[in-house]
Nanobody, 126 residues
Framework: QVQLVESGGGLVQAGDSLRLSCAAS????????MGWFRQAPGKEREFVAA????????DYADSVKGRFTVSRENVKKTMYLQMNNLKPEDTAVYYC???????????????????WGQGTQVTVSS
C-alpha cells in the first residue's frame, strides 16, 4: 500500500511563494502519474496539476498556469508543487494523489487516482 505525505503548507501573504512536497512511502514499479488537487471550504476538490511517470508530461488547471510548477524526483520518491505569486483564492487544503498508470487521459478527475495523501493547508492572506 502506497502512502503519500504532503508537507510545506503554511500561511503567506498574497504574492508570496511556497513549495509543497509529497513523499511516497514506496515507489512501486516506479509510481505512475501524480497529481495535486485542492479543496477550499464548501467547495469540491479540484484539479491543480499533474505530472507523468517520467516527468516529461505536465498539465495544469487554467487558474494556476504560469504561477505553479509541478515536478518530481523519482530517486527521492517525491513530487513538488512550486507555487509563485499566490493569491487569496489559492487558499485551500492541498492534496497529492498518485496512480500506477504512467499517465491519465482524465488526469483532472479525482476518481482516476488510487492513492491520496492527508493534505496540507495553504492560506494566502490579502
Amino acid at each position: 500500500q502506497v502512502q503519500l505525505v504532503e508537507s510545506g503548507g503554511g500561511l503567506v501573504q498574497a504574492g508570496d511563494s511556497l513549495r509543497l512536497s509529497c513523499a511516497a512511502s514506496e515507489w512501486t514499479f516506479s509510481l505512475g502519474v501524480m497529481g495535486w488537487f485542492r479543496q477550499a471550504p464548501g467547495k469540491e476538490r479540484e484539479f491543480v496539476a499533474a505530472i507523468s511517470r517520467s516527468g516529461s508530461i505536465t498539465d495544469y488547471a487554467d487558474s494556476v498556469k504560469g504561477r505553479f510548477t509541478v515536478s518530481r524526483e523519482n530517486v527521492k520518491k517525491t513530487m513538488y508543487l512550486q507555487m509563485n505569486n499566490l493569491k487569496p483564492e489559492d487558499t485551500a487544503v492541498y492534496y497529492c494523489a498518485a496512480d500506477l498508470s504512467p499517465w491519465k487521459t482524465h488526469k483532472e478527475v479525482v476518481d482516476e487516482y488510487s492513492y491520496w495523501g492527508q493534505g496540507t493547508q495553504v492560506t494566502v492572506s490579502s
